[in-house]
């Protein structure tokens, strides 16, 4: 059973925005932190941001500090991810994850996400 389902990913210009969704099941809903990942070619995969279900608290990478925003509609079981000002260097596989640690002064690590997305291509032409 899918868990996690993201979409809106896409090729647009430098610049330009797009904004992902992941679509999460019951079994996720009942997570404490929802966060995005990128992983481009020959890189680690890396944490991006993250929101809580509970309270909204997020984070975000000084990478993507002021361009990207999480957020989230209890309601709808959905986390969104608004990007803009994109760059050619913010071209990769994003993934959504979630996971049932919770979050102290900092979001859990990459191997506490128990649930993954199948991912969605973002790319960016200068």
């Known amino acids: 059973q899918v868990q996690l389902v993201e979409s809106g990913g896409g090729l647009v210009q430098a610049g330009g925005s797009l904004r992902l969704s992941c679509a999460a099941s019951?079994?996720?809903?009942?997570?404490?932190?929802m966060a995005w990942f990128r992983q481009a070619p020959g890189k680690e995969r890396e944490l991006l941001a993250a929101?809580?279900?509970?309270?909204?608290?997020?984070y975000y990478a000084d990478s993507v500090k002021g361009r990207f925003s999480i957020s989230r509609d209890n309601d709808k079981k959905l986390v969104y991810l608004q990007m803009a000002s994109l760059k050619p260097e913010d071209t990769a596989v994003y993934y959504c994850?979630?996971?049932?640690?919770?979050?102290?002064?900092?979001?859990?690590?990459?191997?506490?996400?128990?649930?993954w997305g199948q991912g969605t291509q973002v790319t960016v032409s200068s």
């Open positions: 929101i809580t279900w509970s309270l909204g608290i997020t």
């Open positions: 994850a979630s996971s049932v640690r919770y979050y102290s002064d900092q979001p859990p690590p990459l191997y506490e996400y128990n649930y």
């Open positions: 019951e079994r996720t809903f009942s997570s404490r932190v």
